[in-house]
Nanobody, 120 residues
Framework: QVHLVESGGGLVQTGGSLRLVCVAS????????MAWHRQAPGKQRELVAN???????NYADSVKGRFTISKDGANNTLNLQMNNLKPEDTGVYHC??????????????WGPGTQVTVSS
């Protein structure tokens, strides 16, 4: 099983910055990609960014150049630095980590989410 705790969300004005942190524990499959997703009211869930085992990263076009995803093995964390925030970035952000369930099979685990609100 995997336990995820997200933090760092809040209310900021357009152009502000936030740093989201996800602390993972348990049977994390470290070789698998890790990701941040977000969902706004009335919108479908969107993949914001992911990072693979090699450290290579991928970003949604809407956040490319403004967001940076990273991981810290020493602290067992997944981070998302968000700069130049826009109102359309508003939503609940979830970290997503692959882990092994009680049967030993890989399973996608989602954190409870942290709210990001960007005012205009």
């Amino acid at each position: 099983q995997v336990h995820l705790v997200e933090s760092g969300g809040g209310l900021v004005q357009t152009g502000g910055s936030l740093r989201l942190v996800c602390v993972a524990s348990g049977r994390v499959v470290t070789i698998a990609p890790m990701a941040w997703h977000r969902q706004a009211p009335g919108k479908q869930r969107e993949l914001v960014a992911n990072i693979v085992n090699s450290g290579a990263t991928n970003y949604a076009d809407s956040v490319k150049g403004r967001f940076t995803i990273s991981k810290d093995g020493a602290n067992n964390t997944l981070n998302l630095q968000m700069n130049n925030l826009k109102p359309e970035d508003t939503g609940v952000y979830h970290c997503t980590v692959w882990g092994r369930n009680e049967q030993g099979l890989p399973e996608d685990y989602w954190g409870p989410g942290t709210q990001v609100t960007v005012s205009s």
